[in-house]
């Protein structure tokens, strides 16, 4: 089973270290989600989709544990793989197998349940809190309209527009590029074989896309876990099955859980909704890695030459093996770089803003605050999502070396000084400067009291354009 995304091969300076952990952790089903939820393969905790004999074939994965009843089903979902004319990923297939996996549980058991009208009144209340708090952490009024209450179910329902926009664009590239780089005239030969091959791509991807949404689905504790805009706009999310679930075993007031986790998700939603920029930064991020996918053109032409419609599982077999790989350029390392600074950016003023607004008020701040950070350390959803989407491995330190900066500009600019650096992208912090963090802090400060000293001898020396032009016309006179 491949660890990469898409059966993509990571970059030559990834490290291997951190996959074979993976494929070990996701071997022997432990750990907080599959290693590889993008990937094809089987997920452990994924009921008839997991492990287990033909773990590595969609179709075995589908249909091995089916008993003749259910063989009706089987073929009926096979008919849909072969028929599909769609876009790269087959996304009602995905919705389907999402809710699927969502309906087994998580892979600690827990179920999902409906929300009664008791969770959703301690959610709203969370929220309404949480924003009047945030009101003295942050100058970025309220972004959230609406506080609402998900099961996991919904939470899918809810979140697959944004996971379309996320990964339609390294999906597409993937299916372009397996007729970009063959000949005219092998196309015209190739035609329809490469239509079914693009077919079975965009089901296969649903397949493995509706997985994995529907294991972070029993992860998540609210819509912005992995640092992305994935609710409609203004409206906070929580899930109250996985809050108790993650404050199971902390040994803390179930209402300071709730609460902690409502901050971060009321201090996303204020980022999001008045930095109206980022969404398309952050996507647009994605988009550039996209880009920059090629195909291995030997590789290919030895699946198409090959390739035998009566043994489809051979497409993800070739996939899996690397035939599409992110290009080791300036340009595709620097769009992998601003996606992480600016998902550490993200994170590191949420962390910021929230314990300034927490720990004055929550005995449990602290602690709350080292399980988010150890959480992410361990792979969580932000970490899952990214380092099998695009092979990014978004770095723990990163995220704290974000924080400690905006930490440090709220001393030096207080909240509102801070704050201003979201009016434009080229105003933030870069990636050489979370590594110098109170370096930026001190730059910054000297440029600011520089251009203020230029502005005012601007304004205290004469025009002499007026006395020019004056001498000018009388010149043009004589």
Known sequence: MSDTPFGFGLPPEEPDDGDEGKKKDQESGGGQGPANPFGFGG?????????????????????????????????QQLGQMLSYEGGPVNWDMAKQIARQTVSQGAPDGTKDTSVGPADRKSVEEAVRLADLWLDDATSLPSGAASAVAW???EWVEATLPAWQELVDPVAERVGNAMGDVLPEEMQAMAGPLIGMMRSMGGAMFGTQIG???GVLAGEVVGSSDIGLPLSPAGKAALLPVNIERFGKDLSLPQEEVRLYLALREAAHQRLFAHVPWLRSHLFGAVDGYARGIKVDTAKLEDVVGQFDPQNPEQLQEALQQGMFQPEDTPEQKAALARLETALALVEGWVDAVVHAAAKPRLSSADALRETLRRRRASGGPAEQTFATLIGLELRPRRLRDASRLWASLTDARGVDGRD????????????????????????????????????GEAADKPD???KDKGDDKGDDTE
């Open 151 to 153: 099961s996991r179910a």
């Open 420 to 455: 201003a650096l979201w009016a434009h992208p080229d105003m933030l912090p870069t990636a050489s400067d979370l590594d110098d963090p109170d370096g930026f802090v001190h730059r910054e400060q000297i440029d600011f009291s520089e251009l203020d000293k230029m502005l």
């Open 211 to 213: 997985q994995a949404v």
């Open 43 to 75: 997920l452990p905790g994924a009921g008839g989709f997991g492990g287990g004999p033909g773990s590595d074939n969609p179709f075995a994965a589908m249909f091995g544990s089916l008993n003749p009843n259910d063989l009706g089903a089987a073929f």
């Open 464 to 466: 002499l354009s007026k």
